[in-house]
T-cell receptor, first 113, second 113 residues
Framework: KQEVTQIPAALSVPEGENLVLNCSFT??????LQWFRQDPGKGLTSLLL?????REQTSGRLNASLDKSSGRSTLYIAASQPGDSATYLC????????????FGGGTRLMVKP | EPEVTQTPSHQVTQMGQEVILRCVPI?????FYWYRQILGQKVEFLVS????????KSEIFDDQFSVERPDGSNFTLKIRSTKLEDSAMYFC???????????FGPGTRLTVL
């Protein structure tokens, strides 16, 4: 059974700092990995999708990398801003038609002005 | 930008009652999903749906749950006889193809009293 772990569970940084969020998964037979942002009491906003054949994806100040063989992904946020404060979730998609996503517990990020 | 919508945003019901949660997926998407998040816990997969049938379901999705696409736009989750432990945020998601990026709705908070 796939297990997804995110470390750290919470992170507080000053504005402007570059930061890295970590995600690890136990079963490397994944099809893709998706990073989401969740604001308190709200839905999930998709940030980046990495296919298993890719090493990284970039969107603006965000860069996600994937090392499928070691079961790891990182989300790099450059020049953090207070508006980046949220919970960041990673989810791995399984290799079959249904593509159920298995989620990690999230990293709660606070960026202080 | 197209988005997934869900109604109602909050549903309060008595234990044993039936509830129907409604979702309108993105119009050109073919795959639909339900996930739930119990307060303070991970997001959990419930079911995926394609071509008018369930393509995958989790252990949580037992006989008290059912899904339906009653028309060309709506996708519903029915819980036949609600239990206290069904209290959670329920998220609908959709994707263009089965292995593509999943887009989530804002969620329905279900409270069972």
């Amino acid at each position: 059974k796939q297990e997804v772990t995110q470390i750290p569970a919470a992170l507080s940084v000053p504005e402007g700092e570059n930061l890295v969020l970590n995600c690890s998964f136990t079963d490397s037979a994944i099809y893709n990995l998706q990073w989401f942002r969740q604001d308190p009491g709200k839905g999930l906003t998709s940030l980046l999708l990495i296919q298993s054949s890719q090493r990284e994806q970039t969107s603006g100040r965000l860069n996600a990398s994937l090392d499928k063989s070691s079961g790891r992904s990182t989300l790099y946020i450059a020049a953090s801003q207070p508006g980046d404060s949220a919970t960041y979730l990673c989810a791995v998609g399984r290799s079959n038609a249904g593509n159920m996503l298995t989620f990690g517990g999230g990293t709660r990020l606070m960026v202080k002005p | 930008e197209p988005e997934v919508t869900q109604t109602p945003s909050h549903q309060v019901t008595q234990m044993g009652q039936e509830v129907i949660l409604r979702c309108v997926p993105i119009s050109n998407h073919l795959y639909f999903y339900w996930y739930r998040q119990i307060l303070g816990q991970k997001v959990e997969f419930l079911v995926s749906f394609y071509n008018n049938e369930i393509s995958e379901k989790s252990e949580i999705f037992d006989d008290q749950f059912s899904v339906e696409r009653p028309d060309g736009s709506n996708f519903t989750l029915k819980i036949r006889s609600t239990k206290l432990e069904d209290s959670a945020m329920y998220f609908c998601a959709s994707s263009e193809q089965g292995l593509n990026e999943q887009f989530f709705g804002p969620g329905t908070r279900l409270t069972v009293l």
